[in-house]
Every structure is written in C-alpha cells, then in structure tokens.
C-alpha cells in the first residue's frame, strides 16, 4: 500500500528551524518528482517546493525561497524539507505530495501542521 | 508572475451543472489540472492536462480550457461533490494553485 508520512511539524518561535519528514512506502522514492505543498488554516494550496527524482534540481515557491531548503534520501526513502527564520505566515498544514498531476501516481500525505508563534 | 484566478465559490442544487473558471495568463501554453478537497482531507487529482479524467473518478467530471481559461465541469453535481476545488498549472519556471473555489451542493 502506498504510504506518505510527514512528521517533524509543531510549534516554533519566529525566526526558528524546523526539518519536516516524509516517509514513503509502498513504492520506491527514486522513481517519483516530488513536493512540499502547504495550506494555511482555512485558507487555500500554495505551492512551496519540488525536487528531481535524484535531487539534482529543486524549485521554490517566492514565499519560501532562500529560507527553505528540499532534500530527498532515496536510499531511506525519505524527503525533507529544512525550513528556516520561520515566520507566523509559515504556519499552515505541509503535505508531502508525489508525481504532482501524474494519473495513477498523484499521490498526498496527510499533511503535518506547522505553527510559528511566539 | 504566474497567477490563476479562480470564483471564491459556486452554488448549485443537487443534478444541476456546475461549473468552475481558472483564468490565468499561462494557460494558453500550459495544462491545466483540477484538485478536489473535502474537508479535512487531502486533494485528490480529477482531471489532468485540461480534460483528462484519472481512473476512480466519476464522469460527471469534465474539464476544459480555451485561451486563458479553464473550466472544470461537474455534470448533474451530487451532493457528495461538496468541497473547495484547486486549479493547478506549471512550467519549467513555475508552480502555481489557484485560490480555490468552494462548491456548495444544496
């Protein structure tokens, strides 16, 4: 069965880090782009990073760009995404979604919140 | 910047036709694609490149996009179809949601 598991979200002081997880099973990371997409409390989707299927190119959202970093362990099957200086408009739900658009392989993780407050 | 405009929301009564726009300026040369999310859940994926239909997904479910407009189809909506809709679009440069349309069914 196909499995995305986020972890590593919670509460975080502005100006903080925070690594989030993704753990795949089910099939193999390797084979699949893959992204963080984020949804702040009722608000709607915002695209927040991709990455390559062996990590070699990534692509950031405006908003996070230069303080988030996206890495993937295909070895552990595993991707991340290192965010940093965060802000209170960072808080929001991050899903971990693969082959964004792809039929039979768009495939979301439930999600794992996020909150920067003080 | 590439930005796709979507209605905050649409209304219909159970068996009508709904219908949902994403206008944005990317669209003549990029796919659109369509997110269904209910509440408390993740999106899932209903149409893909413009008007193509994932396997699972009913066919009361169409797409389309002329110009810089795409529209998603819900043919006889059912009140199960209730929930906010996501456009998405993307190119070499760019990812990009639109802000969402809440469909009501009642």
């Known amino acids: 069965e196909v499995q995305l598991v986020e972890s590593g979200g919670g509460l975080v002081q502005p100006g903080g880090s925070l690594r989030l997880s993704c753990a795949a099973s089910g099939f193999s990371l390797s084979s699949y782009v893959m992204y963080w997409v984020r949804q702040a409390p009722g608000k709607g989707l915002e695209f927040v990073s991709a990455?390559?299927?062996?990590?070699?190119?990534?692509h950031y959202g405006n908003s996070v760009r230069d303080r988030f970093t996206i890495s993937r362990d295909n070895s552990k099957n595993t991707l991340y995404l290192q965010m940093g200086n965060l802000r209170p408009e960072d808080t929001a739900v991050y899903y971990c979604?693969?082959?964004?658009?792809?039929?039979?392989?768009?495939?979301w993780g439930q999600g794992t919140l996020v909150t920067v407050s003080s | 910047s590439y930005e796709l405009t979507q209605p905050p929301s649409v209304s219909v009564s159970p068996g009508q036709t709904a219908r949902i726009t994403c206008s944005g300026d990317?669209?003549?040369?990029?796919?659109a694609y369509w997110y269904q999310q209910k509440s408390g859940q993740a999106p899932v994926l209903v149409i893909y490149?413009?008007?193509k239909r994932p396997s699972g997904i009913p066919e009361r479910f169409s797409g389309s996009s002329s110009g810089t407009m795409a529209m998603l189809t819900i043919s006889g909506a059912q009140v199960d179809d209730e929930a906010d809709y996501y456009c998405?679009?993307?190119?070499?440069?760019?990812?990009?949601f639109g802000g969402g349309t809440k469909l009501t069914v009642l």
């Open positions: 990455i390559s299927t062996k990590g070699g190119g990534t």
């Open positions: 990317a669209l003549p040369k990029n796919y």
């Open positions: 490149e413009d008007n």
């Open positions: 979604a693969r082959a964004l658009g792809k039929p039979s392989a768009d495939y």
């Open positions: 998405y679009s993307t190119d070499s440069s760019a990812n990009q």
